[in-house]
């Protein structure tokens, strides 16, 4: 049209329409936000070798998706940093350097990148790094090879102490404690022993509307409710085992910064609550009755491959359609 600018013009395209003011680096700085607490409370815990984990998962993460994309800006949306510092958490604090490059590489190419990038992904690329790592090298993924937290000692080489985790080795919960254990005093990866530090940065996603709370309600509910009665009750009751079941392991990290991602869950509200219940329960069944002491991640990702089955069979009812002539 003539004498009308180019940026009055009214342009049409495919539905669905959003308008929204936030955009990928937005949420992905408000995620980095939400992952500080847990990430000061690794370093205090574990010291210099937790910081040491994190920052070359970050940056390799980063320097793989720039190389792959054949980019010079390797901070770009944000989200590789992200994948970076989350498969972190996940991590025991003095893993080896390779064995980090290794799961955070894997997890940008694998896991993110071969389906087309950002949005395309179908599994939690993060997930798919640990879940390399632990099928390659299971030996320095589980066991008594988690270091004991050292409080306060940035310089400690934590990898001369180790045990199991809690989950292993049940008389450390006793003698530990239910409050130590939300506080995150104990052995563990990361981003799994502090649930305190977790739920703030869960409050903090929520609050900005990053996240529904229907998939971290229904995971650790359903955790809870089958900690609870086939969990063995060997605390003092069954109630106390149920919370044991939330405050250790991977469910707290699972649940609130793994199983939310927007790109691999359900986008109906039925469905992320079926998907929460999925994760849950296949997380329970593992630590239970399987082989391995911890299923957040492959619970996870195995409801992340069934989320267009579950968004088919929860799609609202359409109203108001026209019906075809017989």
């Not at 680096?25 to 370093?43: G, T």
């Not at 104990?186 to 229907?214: C, M, N, P, Q, V």
Request: net charge neutral; glycine share 12%.
């Amino acid at each position: 049209m003539i004498g009308i600018p180019a940026s009055s013009k009214l342009v049409v395209s495919s539905s669905p329409h959003i308008r929204s003011v936030e955009s990928v680096q937005s949420i992905m700085f408000d995620v980095m936000i939400a992952l500080f607490p847990a990430a000061l409370m690794a370093v205090l815990l574990f010291g210099y070798r937790a910081l040491l984990t994190m920052v070359i998962a970050v940056v390799t993460a980063m320097l793989v998706e720039a190389l792959w994309l054949r980019k010079k800006d390797i901070i770009s949306d944000g989200s590789a940093a992200v994948t970076g510092l989350l498969l972190a958490m996940t991590l025991p604090p003095a893993s080896s350097w390779w064995l980090i490059v290794i799961g955070s590489a894997s997890a940008i190419i694998i896991g993110k990148q071969v389906f087309g990038g950002i949005g395309y992904n179908i599994f939690n690329p993060a997930l798919v790094g640990r879940a390399i790592l632990v099928m390659s090298w299971g030996e320095r993924m589980a066991g008594a090879i988690w270091p004991v937290p050292q409080p306060f000692d940035f310089g400690a080489d934590v990898s001369t102490i180790t045990t199991a985790t809690v989950l292993v080795d049940q008389s450390q919960a006793l003698a530990v404690g239910l409050p130590q254990m939300f506080i995150g005093n104990i052995a563990g990866s990361l981003g799994e022993t502090s649930s305190l530090a977790l739920l703030l940065g869960g409050i903090w996603l929520l609050y900005k509307g990053h996240i529904d709370f229907r998939i971290p309600a229904g995971f650790i509910g359903t955790v809870f409710i089958l900690g609870l009665v086939f969990g063995g009750g060997f605390y003092e009751n069954h109630l106390l085992t149920g919370f044991f079941h939330i405050v250790s392991g991977g469910v707290m990290l699972g649940a609130i910064f793994m199983a939310t991602d927007m790109v691999t869950t359900p986008v109906t509200p039925k469905g992320r609550l079926i998907f929460g219940i999925g994760c849950g329960l296949i997380t329970i069944l593992i630590r239970l009755w399987g082989v391995l002491p911890e299923g957040v991640t492959f619970g996870i990702l195995l409801m992340n491959a069934v989320t267009p089955i579950i968004d088919n069979f929860t799609v609202p009812q359409q109203f108001g359609g026209v019906k075809k002539n017989a």
